[in-house]
């Protein structure tokens, strides 16, 4: 009950915040009129331009989408990596360790920037990013600047964490709303929760509210519907990842021992996480979120009225001109094929 009270005043807090947002030096747009369409990148543009942004020190799926995205580089033209801290990985500094372990690995330490975002929440950050140095300024200024950047479709930017380093570049630079595609791996809609989505509640809100494409895959905890299914064990790992991947710098894992190759991490991580479901396993949900950028073709997509939260529960508008599209229903089976068939030709 007190929890239910706290998000619902979380939510009564938040529709001023908004709106003071969109008023504060005339930074924020209004609100968008404009439809959300899943925009299909063509091969004639060339690779697709995407920006990643992970909460790498959470658990392991941010790993294996990290990987997937690497190794995928014939797919992605991956312009950098942008971490945000969110409860359960600690402060900043251990998910940018986490994710340049996975870089290191990959291969790709020296090609892609990396840098910090959000330790803290929107509400928190958003009357500070007229000061020199708010938290999260090295990533959002990033994020900008790359949207800013001439392209010949736009640049994804798929948060698979919270949603506060988006939040706050799109409050900071609203030029960049007609530049940029998101696609976020977060929340249970029509459900309440989901841990992207309560480490932020705000920074859901906010982007919900602008003009700009944004794109949901779900995560719907224990249902067969959404990435949630995408699940692998720990014997499928063992069996298909022994060994594989390029021959990286030799780092020493979050939980201890020297890696070099990033299949041998990935054992490492299964190892030593919690594993639920009928048959124990874990979903590798972010790793979703990059494979139907790959083949939208691996799931289904709705597009609903953008909904609001009060607290962290849905609130349906179905006379809102707003759009927002969902990903859903995924061909579990043709996404984990290629997902190992990718780690095990990695080069």
Not at 220 to 230: E, H, I, L, N
Request: aromatic letters at 10%; one cysteine or more.
């Amino acid at each position: 009950m007190k929890k239910t009270l706290k998000y619902f005043l979380l939510a009564i807090i938040a529709i001023p915040i908004l709106i003071s947002c969109e008023k504060k030096e005339e930074v924020v747009e209004e609100s968008s009129e404009a439809e959300t369409t899943v925009e299909t990148p063509s091969s004639e543009l060339g690779k697709i331009p995407i920006l990643f942004d992970s909460d790498a020190n959470n658990e392991l799926d941010d790993q294996h989408a990290m990987a997937y995205l690497f190794f995928n580089d014939d797919i992605f033209d991956v312009v950098g990596v942008t971490v945000n801290a969110t409860v359960s990985g600690g402060e900043i500094a251990n998910h940018y360790k986490e994710a340049e372990r996975v870089m290191k690995l990959c291969n790709v330490i020296d090609r892609y920037p990396l840098l910090s975002g959000a330790n803290g929440d929107f509400e928190e950050i958003y009357p500070k990013i007229n000061e020199e140095n708010f938290d999260g300024k090295e990533a959002v200024d990033f994020i900008i600047s790359e949207a800013r950047k001439p392209r010949t479709q736009k640049l994804v930017l798929m948060p698979v964490g919270k949603l506060t380093n988006i939040a706050l570049a799109l409050a900071i630079a609203p030029d960049i709303k007609d530049k940029v595609r998101i696609i976020w791996l977060g929340a249970n809609y029509p459900e309440p929760g989901e841990y992207n989505l309560d480490n932020d509640i705000f920074s859901v809100n906010y982007v919900i509210e602008q003009k700009v494409p944004l794109e949901i895959v779900l995560v719907r905890y224990g249902k067969p519907s959404a990435t949630d299914a995408v699940r692998v064990t720990p014997e499928e790992v063992k069996e298909k990842m022994a060994g594989m991947g390029p021959k990286g710098s030799t780092i020493e894992g979050r939980h201890g021992g020297s890696f070099t190759y990033f299949g041998d991490y990935a054992i490492n991580l299964f190892e030593n996480i919690h594993l639920d479901g009928d048959i124990p396993s874990r979903a590798l949900f972010d790793m979703v979120a990059v494979a139907i950028l790959k083949n939208p073709d691996w799931g289904e997509t709705k597009e609903i009225p953008a909904p609001f939260l009060i607290g962290n529960q849905w609130m349906d508008r179905s006379d809102n001109i707003r759009k927002v599209v969902l990903w859903e229903n995924f061909d579990k089976d043709a996404i984990l094929e290629d997902f190992f068939n990718v780690m095990q030709t990695a080069k």
